[in-house]
């Protein structure tokens, strides 16, 4: 059964750092998503994104946040100055298109540590 | 940002007994529902949805009832197993919007 992947499972990072999380959606999905779970609490949307370009973004997505697909199979979500504050699980999340339902698909997630 | 709730954060059940988990929302845009299981370092996993335009809907031991008035909606698993002890989240969304919006979850404990 097809599934999302994600590398790497865990990255420690020191403050003020960049990192670059990978995700590579189900292959025949076009909508790719980006949530984060800070520890005890709920399932974040960060951003969405279909045609190469971000379609929706939520407060938390902020300048320091980019994403990128930068072939044709992985999805990347890049944080360029990290805080304490992002250490949480992201989890990617892809969709297929042609449905009005929004039954995401998610990977198993990166836990992100920022020392 | 509360837009959906899950006031109860565990619930304990016998094996071979209901287990229903519960959701309220307030969003009333919100038209298409959804339940994810969640295992310790695992990734949400799809489990059951429901579109606002059906009441009930059923898979094996699965089945989500949505209460469009109350703005509230139920997961019942019947009969519980040990393999179902994990997390569950229900999720919502708009036909508009592409995020999904989630619980905080509640953890189900089914007692051998």
């Known amino acids: 059964e097809p599934e999302v992947t994600q590398t790497p499972s865990h990255q420690v990072t020191q403050m003020g750092q960049e990192v670059i999380l990978r995700c590579v959606p189900i292959?025949?999905?076009?909508?790719f998503y980006w949530y984060r779970q800070i520890l005890g609490q709920k399932v974040e949307f960060l951003v969405s994104?279909?045609?190469?370009?971000?379609?929706?973004k939520s407060e938390i997505f902020d300048d320091q946040f980019s994403v990128e697909r930068p072939d044709g199979s992985n999805f990347t979500l890049k944080i360029r100055s990290t805080k304490l504050e992002d250490s949480a699980m992201y989890f990617c999340?892809?969709?297929?298109?042609?449905?009005?339902?929004?039954?995401?698909?998610f990977g198993p997630g990166t836990r992100l540590t920022v020392l | 940002d509360q837009q959906v709730k899950q006031n109860s954060p565990s619930l304990s059940v016998q094996e071979g007994r209901i287990s229903i988990l519960n959701c309220d929302y307030t969003?009333?845009?919100?038209?298409?529902f959804l339940w994810y299981k969640k295992y310790p370092a695992e990734g949400p996993t799809f489990l059951i949805s429901?579109?606002?335009?059906?009441d009930k809907n059923e898979d094996g031991r699965f089945t989500v009832f949505l209460n469009k008035s109350a703005k509230h909606l139920s997961l019942h698993i019947v009969p519980s197993q040990p393999g179902d002890s994990a997390v569950y989240f229900c999720?919502?969304?708009?036909?508009?919007?592409?995020?999904?919006?989630f619980g905080t979850g509640t953890r189900l404990t089914v007692i051998p």
């Open positions: 292959s025949n999905h076009l909508y």
């Open positions: 969003n009333s845009m919100f038209d298409y």
């Open positions: 994104f279909y045609n190469n370009e971000i379609s929706e």
């Open positions: 429901i579109s606002s335009i059906k």
């Open positions: 999340a892809s969709r297929t298109s042609g449905s009005s339902y929004n039954e995401q698909f």
């Open positions: 999720a919502a969304s708009d036909t508009g919007a592409n995020n999904l919006f």
